[in-house]
């Protein structure tokens, strides 16, 4: 892989987290109602902005690069994300949970390692 | 966590299932789609819009689309982390629907990965039942 592709991988993982938890964000504030749900269209259209960057930049990775060879980086973005909304949206996981994504996340790197 | 309406159609899991399976019909058609536009080598093509010339990838980002409803539905009552692990199912999809349409081959390893993948599915959903049994 080209330093450019690997920059483009990195940007738009970076895209994909930020993007969804603008979506989440919004959903939330529309469901809570009130004085919270002002807003939380702007918020959606800042979501969908962000996952068109995620989605453009993914077909020109797609373009350049083995599909085998990608599907190993798409496995670590659910990791990325439960990450991003630990942070951002104070989302806590119990064992369950990490154990899913755990073995989702390994499920994956098999799948696109053969 | 608000509730969702009754009937089986608004049960956000349903709704993440449809995703699942629209999401995976649409990187197989995307895949076709960029198979198509692969000899182009214009500069534009580190951007994903050479793709744009092919009506594979106009009716898979059709089926984006269509998956991006579900799934803000399901965001509304599912915490992020777990439903966006739960679109791991794609990657069960994806070789299956690889192997009907495209003739690819399943190995065992790969079999054995779509095997973990549904376990994995499996944990998640008990983790989201288990929270919303203390809610």
New interface residues.
């Given amino acids: 892989m080209s330093l450019l592709a690997w920059l483009l991988v990195i940007v738009s993982q970076l895209a994909l987290v930020a993007g969804q938890i603008f979506l989440k964000r919004a959903m939330s504030r529309r469901e809570h109602g009130g004085e919270k749900a002002r807003g939380w269209i702007g918020t959606l259209v800042i979501g969908i902005a962000t996952m068109t960057v995620w989605f453009l930049l993914w077909l020109g990775v797609m373009h350049q690069v083995e599909l085998s060879k990608l599907m190993p980086l798409e496995g670590i973005s659910p990791l990325l994300i439960v990450l991003g909304a630990a942070v951002f949206l104070r989302e806590r996981l119990n064992w369950r949970g990490w154990a899913g994504v755990g073995l989702t996340c390994f499920g994956v790197l098999l799948v696109s390692a053969s | 966590m608000?509730k969702p309406a009754p009937g089986l159609f608004w049960n956000p899991f349903l709704q993440i299932f449809l995703t699942v399976l629209l999401t995976a019909a649409a990187q197989i058609l995307?895949?076709v789609g960029?198979d198509y536009?692969?000899a182009n080598n214009s500069v534009w093509?580190?951007?994903?819009?050479?793709?744009l010339g092919s009506g594979w990838?106009w009716l898979g980002i059709l089926a984006?689309l269509a998956s991006f409803g579900g799934?803000?539905y399901a965001?509304?009552?599912l915490?992020?982390?777990?439903a966006?692990?739960l679109?791991?199912g794609t990657?069960i999809f994806v070789?299956i629907g690889s192997w009907l349409f495209l003739g690819e081959h399943i190995?065992?390893?790969?079999a054995?990965?779509?095997?973990?993948?549904?376990?994995?599915?499996?944990?998640?959903?008990?983790?989201v039942a288990?929270?919303e049994e203390k809610t």
């Fill in positions: 608000p995307l895949k960029a536009s692969a093509s580190w951007l994903g819009l050479v793709e990838t984006f799934w803000l965001l509304r009552f915490p992020l982390g777990l966006f692990a679109t791991n990657h070789p190995s065992l390893l790969r054995s990965g779509i095997l973990l993948i549904i376990a994995g599915i499996l944990f998640l959903a008990q983790s288990k929270v």
